[in-house]
Nanobody
Framework: EVQLVETGGGLVQAGGSLRLSCAASGFTFDDYDIGWFRQAPGKEREGVSCIGRNDNSTYYADSVKGRFTISSDNAKNTVYLQMNSLKPEDTAIYYC??????????????????WGQGTQVTVSS
């Protein structure tokens, strides 16, 4: 069974930090990419960051560049999103998703095949 599970969300004050985890299981392909998306009430789903399994290349949306860092732990089959200097506009449900081949640029949801259940991040001012 293909499964992605996000954990680590919560409530934090502006300027604080959180680390999200995405644990993957059940993959049958050798190479895949992992992306983080977020969706706030009344807004479109936004691609935040992704990491390529072939070469560990990364992409960050301009809105989070310099504040968020994506990384992977192959031994644990887990991808992380370290979020620093959080702002109220970062408040959203955060999802991780997998793709067999994702563009390492502005992210498109249609490229991602499997999705986690999401974890809520709330940043208060």
């Amino acid at each position: 069974e293909v499964q992605l599970v996000e954990t680590g969300g919560g409530l934090v004050q502006a300027g604080g930090s959180l680390r999200l985890s995405c644990a993957a299981s059940g993959f049958t392909f050798d190479d895949y990419d992992i992306g983080w998306f977020r969706q706030a009430p009344g807004k479109e789903r936004e691609g935040v960051s992704c990491i390529g399994r072939n070469d560990n290349s990364t992409y960050y949306a301009d809105s989070v560049k310099g504040r968020f860092t994506i990384s992977s732990d192959n031994a644990k089959n887990t991808v992380y999103l370290q979020m620093n200097s959080l702002k109220p506009e970062d408040t959203a449900i955060y999802y991780c998703a997998s793709a067999e081949g994702a563009t390492m640029g502005p992210m498109l949801s249609i490229e991602y095949d499997f999705w986690g259940q999401g974890t809520q991040v709330t940043v208060s001012s």
